[in-house]
Antibody, heavy 118, light 111 residues
Framework: EVQLVQSGAEVKKPGESLKISCKGS????????IGWVRQMPGKGLEWMGI????????RYSPSFQGQVTISADKSISTAYLQWSSLKASDTAMYYC???????????WGQGTMVTVSS | NFMLTQPHSVSESPGKTVTISCTRS????????VQWYQQRPGSAPTTVIY?????PSGVPDRFSGSIDSSSNSASLTISGLKTEDEADYYC??????????FGGGTKLTVL
Protein backbone atom coordinates (compact mmCIF):
# COMPACT_ATOMS: atom_id res chain seq x y z
CA GLU A 1 0.00 0.00 0.00
CA VAL A 2 1.30 3.42 -0.96
CA GLN A 3 1.26 5.72 2.02
CA LEU A 4 2.79 8.79 3.59
CA VAL A 5 3.02 8.81 7.38
CA GLN A 6 3.72 12.09 9.12
CA SER A 7 5.17 12.82 12.52
CA GLY A 8 2.94 13.71 15.45
CA ALA A 9 1.45 16.95 16.66
CA GLU A 10 3.78 19.60 18.05
CA VAL A 11 3.31 22.42 20.55
CA LYS A 12 6.06 25.02 20.46
CA LYS A 13 6.80 28.53 21.72
CA PRO A 14 7.50 31.49 19.44
CA GLY A 15 11.14 31.61 18.42
CA GLU A 16 11.70 27.85 18.76
CA SER A 17 12.82 25.65 15.90
CA LEU A 18 10.97 22.65 14.55
CA LYS A 19 11.39 19.89 11.98
CA ILE A 20 8.45 17.67 11.02
CA SER A 21 8.66 14.56 8.87
CA CYS A 22 6.83 12.60 6.20
CA LYS A 23 7.85 8.96 5.58
CA GLY A 24 6.89 7.30 2.32
CA SER A 25 6.35 3.58 1.82
CA UNK A 26 4.97 1.21 -0.77
CA UNK A 27 6.58 2.94 -3.74
CA UNK A 28 9.93 4.19 -5.04
CA UNK A 29 10.41 7.25 -2.81
CA UNK A 30 13.16 8.70 -4.97
CA UNK A 31 11.04 8.71 -8.13
CA UNK A 32 8.25 11.09 -7.09
CA UNK A 33 8.17 14.69 -5.98
CA ILE A 34 6.82 15.32 -2.45
CA GLY A 35 4.96 18.52 -1.66
CA TRP A 36 4.05 20.32 1.56
CA VAL A 37 0.67 22.02 1.96
CA ARG A 38 -0.45 24.33 4.79
CA GLN A 39 -3.97 24.60 6.14
CA MET A 40 -4.50 27.30 8.72
CA PRO A 41 -7.39 26.82 11.16
CA GLY A 42 -10.69 27.02 9.30
CA LYS A 43 -8.97 27.96 6.04
CA GLY A 44 -8.11 26.40 2.69
CA LEU A 45 -5.10 24.63 1.25
CA GLU A 46 -1.88 26.48 0.35
CA TRP A 47 1.05 25.02 -1.52
CA MET A 48 4.36 25.66 0.28
CA GLY A 49 6.99 23.83 -1.74
CA ILE A 50 8.08 20.55 -3.27
CA UNK A 51 11.18 18.37 -3.26
CA UNK A 52 12.44 15.58 -5.49
CA UNK A 53 14.06 13.11 -3.09
CA UNK A 54 16.13 11.57 -5.87
CA UNK A 55 18.40 14.62 -6.08
CA UNK A 56 16.88 17.01 -3.48
CA UNK A 57 15.84 19.51 -6.16
CA UNK A 58 13.51 21.89 -4.29
CA ARG A 59 11.00 24.55 -5.32
CA TYR A 60 9.30 26.99 -2.98
CA SER A 61 6.14 29.04 -3.21
CA PRO A 62 7.09 32.74 -3.13
CA SER A 63 4.85 33.01 -0.05
CA PHE A 64 7.04 30.58 1.89
CA GLN A 65 10.50 31.14 0.38
CA GLY A 66 12.89 31.99 3.19
CA GLN A 67 10.32 31.10 5.86
CA VAL A 68 10.75 27.31 5.82
CA THR A 69 13.24 24.73 4.60
CA ILE A 70 12.28 21.53 2.82
CA SER A 71 14.69 18.61 2.75
CA ALA A 72 14.74 14.85 2.28
CA ASP A 73 16.77 11.83 3.35
CA LYS A 74 16.31 9.24 0.63
CA SER A 75 18.11 6.58 2.65
CA ILE A 76 15.12 6.47 5.01
CA SER A 77 12.43 7.59 2.51
CA THR A 78 11.60 10.68 4.55
CA ALA A 79 10.91 14.29 3.65
CA TYR A 80 11.10 17.14 6.12
CA LEU A 81 9.69 20.60 6.68
CA GLN A 82 11.52 22.81 9.13
CA TRP A 83 11.40 26.22 10.74
CA SER A 84 14.30 28.00 12.42
CA SER A 85 12.17 30.46 14.39
CA LEU A 86 8.47 29.76 14.73
CA LYS A 87 5.79 32.46 14.91
CA ALA A 88 2.27 32.25 16.23
CA SER A 89 1.09 32.64 12.65
CA ASP A 90 2.72 29.28 11.81
CA THR A 91 -0.04 27.56 13.78
CA ALA A 92 -1.64 25.26 11.22
CA MET A 93 -2.07 21.72 9.96
CA TYR A 94 0.69 20.70 7.56
CA TYR A 95 0.22 17.97 4.98
CA CYS A 96 2.72 16.23 2.80
CA UNK A 97 1.51 14.80 -0.50
CA UNK A 98 3.02 12.88 -3.39
CA UNK A 99 3.02 14.30 -6.90
CA UNK A 100 2.39 11.49 -9.40
CA UNK A 101 3.49 13.60 -12.33
CA UNK A 102 4.45 17.15 -11.55
CA UNK A 103 1.23 19.13 -11.57
CA UNK A 104 -1.02 17.39 -9.05
CA UNK A 105 -1.12 15.51 -5.77
CA UNK A 106 -2.38 11.95 -5.33
CA UNK A 107 -1.48 10.41 -1.96
CA TRP A 108 -1.69 12.61 1.14
CA GLY A 109 -0.21 12.18 4.59
CA GLN A 110 -2.48 12.32 7.62
CA GLY A 111 -1.27 15.77 8.58
CA THR A 112 0.82 17.23 11.41
CA MET A 113 -0.75 19.88 13.61
CA VAL A 114 1.70 22.56 14.70
CA THR A 115 0.63 24.91 17.49
CA VAL A 116 2.82 27.90 18.33
CA SER A 117 1.83 29.67 21.52
CA SER A 118 3.55 31.41 24.37
CA ASN B 1 -0.52 33.66 -12.29
CA PHE B 2 -4.18 32.79 -12.04
CA MET B 3 -6.77 32.13 -9.35
CA LEU B 4 -9.39 29.42 -9.05
CA THR B 5 -12.74 30.59 -7.68
CA GLN B 6 -15.25 28.21 -6.10
CA PRO B 7 -18.60 28.86 -4.45
CA HIS B 8 -18.22 29.05 -0.70
CA SER B 9 -20.95 26.50 -0.05
CA VAL B 10 -23.56 24.32 -1.71
CA SER B 11 -26.27 22.12 -0.27
CA GLU B 12 -28.49 19.39 -1.62
CA SER B 13 -30.61 16.51 -0.44
CA PRO B 14 -29.58 12.86 -0.30
CA GLY B 15 -30.06 11.07 -3.60
CA LYS B 16 -29.88 14.27 -5.63
CA THR B 17 -27.12 15.57 -7.88
CA VAL B 18 -24.88 18.55 -7.11
CA THR B 19 -22.30 20.35 -9.22
CA ILE B 20 -19.44 22.42 -7.82
CA SER B 21 -17.78 24.92 -10.14
CA CYS B 22 -14.18 26.12 -10.27
CA THR B 23 -13.52 29.15 -12.48
CA ARG B 24 -10.05 30.09 -13.69
CA SER B 25 -9.36 33.83 -13.61
CA UNK B 26 -6.92 34.05 -16.53
CA UNK B 27 -5.49 31.71 -19.09
CA UNK B 28 -7.32 28.72 -20.46
CA UNK B 29 -8.83 26.13 -18.13
CA UNK B 30 -7.74 23.55 -20.67
CA UNK B 31 -4.07 24.48 -20.52
CA UNK B 32 -3.40 22.46 -17.36
CA UNK B 33 -5.24 19.57 -15.78
CA VAL B 34 -7.67 20.18 -12.91
CA GLN B 35 -7.84 17.96 -9.84
CA TRP B 36 -10.49 17.75 -7.13
CA TYR B 37 -9.80 16.86 -3.51
CA GLN B 38 -12.32 15.88 -0.85
CA GLN B 39 -11.66 16.77 2.77
CA ARG B 40 -14.05 15.35 5.32
CA PRO B 41 -14.16 17.08 8.73
CA GLY B 42 -11.06 16.31 10.76
CA SER B 43 -9.40 14.35 7.97
CA ALA B 44 -6.69 14.83 5.39
CA PRO B 45 -7.62 15.59 1.78
CA THR B 46 -8.09 12.70 -0.64
CA THR B 47 -8.14 12.82 -4.42
CA VAL B 48 -11.52 12.20 -6.05
CA ILE B 49 -10.76 13.44 -9.59
CA TYR B 50 -7.45 13.92 -11.39
CA UNK B 51 -6.56 15.09 -14.90
CA UNK B 52 -9.94 16.83 -15.33
CA UNK B 53 -12.12 13.71 -15.35
CA UNK B 54 -10.23 10.64 -14.14
CA UNK B 55 -11.25 8.79 -11.00
CA PRO B 56 -8.68 7.10 -8.77
CA SER B 57 -9.41 3.49 -7.98
CA GLY B 58 -11.82 3.23 -5.11
CA VAL B 59 -13.67 6.47 -5.90
CA PRO B 60 -17.29 5.68 -6.82
CA ASP B 61 -18.51 6.54 -10.29
CA ARG B 62 -21.01 8.92 -8.68
CA PHE B 63 -18.12 11.39 -8.85
CA SER B 64 -17.32 12.92 -12.23
CA GLY B 65 -15.28 15.85 -13.47
CA SER B 66 -15.40 18.01 -16.56
CA ILE B 67 -14.08 21.25 -18.00
CA ASP B 68 -15.91 23.89 -20.04
CA SER B 69 -13.78 26.19 -22.14
CA SER B 70 -16.69 28.55 -22.84
CA SER B 71 -16.97 29.45 -19.15
CA ASN B 72 -13.30 28.76 -18.44
CA SER B 73 -14.29 26.55 -15.59
CA ALA B 74 -14.09 23.02 -14.26
CA SER B 75 -16.89 21.19 -12.52
CA LEU B 76 -17.21 18.36 -10.04
CA THR B 77 -20.53 16.55 -10.19
CA ILE B 78 -21.69 14.17 -7.49
CA SER B 79 -24.80 12.14 -8.24
CA GLY B 80 -26.88 10.02 -5.87
CA LEU B 81 -25.70 12.13 -2.93
CA LYS B 82 -24.99 10.36 0.32
CA THR B 83 -24.50 11.86 3.76
CA GLU B 84 -20.90 10.60 3.64
CA ASP B 85 -20.24 13.01 0.74
CA GLU B 86 -20.58 15.94 3.13
CA ALA B 87 -17.14 17.53 3.05
CA ASP B 88 -15.06 20.40 1.75
CA TYR B 89 -14.03 20.10 -1.90
CA TYR B 90 -11.02 21.85 -3.41
CA CYS B 91 -10.09 22.21 -7.06
CA UNK B 92 -6.41 22.53 -7.98
CA UNK B 93 -4.43 23.23 -11.12
CA UNK B 94 -0.86 24.02 -12.07
CA UNK B 95 0.68 27.20 -13.41
CA UNK B 96 3.72 26.75 -15.63
CA UNK B 97 5.63 29.27 -13.51
CA UNK B 98 5.84 26.49 -10.91
CA UNK B 99 2.77 27.34 -8.91
CA UNK B 100 0.28 24.79 -7.61
CA UNK B 101 -2.98 26.74 -7.35
CA PHE B 102 -5.85 25.69 -5.10
CA GLY B 103 -9.37 27.02 -5.17
CA GLY B 104 -10.73 28.40 -1.91
CA GLY B 105 -12.83 25.31 -1.25
CA THR B 106 -16.55 24.57 -1.27
CA LYS B 107 -18.42 23.23 1.72
CA LEU B 108 -20.95 20.62 0.62
CA THR B 109 -23.84 20.04 2.97
CA VAL B 110 -26.07 17.02 2.39
CA LEU B 111 -29.30 17.63 4.21
Amino acid sequence: EVQLVQSGAEVKKPGESLKISCKGSGYSFTSYWIGWVRQMPGKGLEWMGIIYPGDSDTRYSPSFQGQVTISADKSISTAYLQWSSLKASDTAMYYCARLPGYSSFDIWGQGTMVTVSS
Amino acid sequence: NFMLTQPHSVSESPGKTVTISCTRSSGSIASNYVQWYQQRPGSAPTTVIYEDNQRPSGVPDRFSGSIDSSSNSASLTISGLKTEDEADYYCQSYDSSDDWVFGGGTKLTVL
